[in-house]
């Protein structure tokens, strides 16, 4: 009986044995690839294999164009891809006052708090180019960056950018607004009452001037106009609208500041 006992616990201890010099031969000496080197493995000599025609990654499956570029047919579209409300108004302010703010002021005239410090000046949207231009084309600069401006595609998702877009937009708007523009039992007011009814003086409505501590980018300190997508940039110069740097050309500072939202 003990002598069968032995037997088998030497089976054991022998098996156990061949089994782990095998894995650790098979684990060590085993092949693999390497990233970006070569291999006799494959027939085309890459070692990395091409994906399968067709698929995507996981969450880029980006079917609709416009929605993620802005852009149709490689032109900015004019034009919001999906409906906007109260809520996405809302969402677009907020996300607005955090990334826009310290170049475009909370009113858009593009002296935000760091540009009155120093900073490129940033794009009044109140210009009269800005108050033409297609809403693809902010869309298209806050992803892209333009200038000075970085793109902030990273930091923002695009709904959000929309968001921002469709609020860009209702600023410009209130800079004009009459009272048939608002729904019924809204009311528009002069801002410099706004302004007298808090307390501020009413020339607290009136333009801003840019401090002469702002620059404006250029090599000959002139002013600049963005381009228009495909075409080449115009030369700076005193003649020249003002610059953007930023999200988009510049103008003048809006004659008003517009409402809070």
């Known amino acids: ?3 069968a006992s032995r037997h088998i616990t030497l089976a054991i201890a022998a098996l156990s044995t061949l089994f782990a010099a095998g894995c650790r031969q098979d684990m060590q000496d085993e ?3 390497f990233p970006q080197r070569g291999t006799s493995f494959y027939a085309d000599g890459r070692s990395v294999r091409p994906q399968v025609e067709n698929t995507v990654a996981r969450n880029q499956l980006h079917e609709d164009a ?3 570029t802005g852009l149709t047919n ?3 579209g004019d034009g919001l891809p999906f409906p906007v409300t109260e809520q996405v108004l809302a969402r677009g302010q907020e996300r607005y006052n955090v990334y826009c703010t310290p170049c475009h002021s909370r009113v858009g ?3 935000g708090m760091i540009v009155q410090r120093g900073y490129s000046k940033a794009g009044s949207f109140h210009s009269a180019r800005l108050e033409t231009a297609p809403l693809g084309h902010f869309f298209h600069v806050i992803s892209n960056g333009y200038g000075a401006m970085p793109d902030y595609s990273a930091q923002i998702v695009p709904a ?3 968001a921002i877009v469709a609020y860009i937009k209702a600023l410009q708007l209130s800079q004009k607004a009459t009272q048939a523009d608002v729904p019924a039992g809204a009311h528009v007011e002069p801002l410099s009452s706004i302004a007298e009814r808090e307390g501020l ?3 607290f409505a009136d333009a801003w001037t840019l401090p002469a501590t702002a620059v404006t980018g250029t090599s000959d300190n002139g002013l600049y106009v963005l ?3 495909g075409t080449a940039a115009p030369a700076s110069g005193a003649n020249s609208p003002a610059h953007t740097n930023s999200t988009t050309s510049a103008g003048s500072p809006a004659g008003q500041r517009a409402p809070q939202q």
């Open 227 to 229: 381009p228009v997508p």
């Open 31 to 33: 092949p693999k690839f």
């Open 1 to 3: 009986m003990k002598q």
């Open 201 to 203: 003086p009413s020339s």
């Open 109 to 111: 005239n593009g002296i």
């Open 66 to 68: 416009y929605f993620y």
């Open 160 to 162: 959000d950018r929309w």
């Open 74 to 76: 490689g032109k900015e």
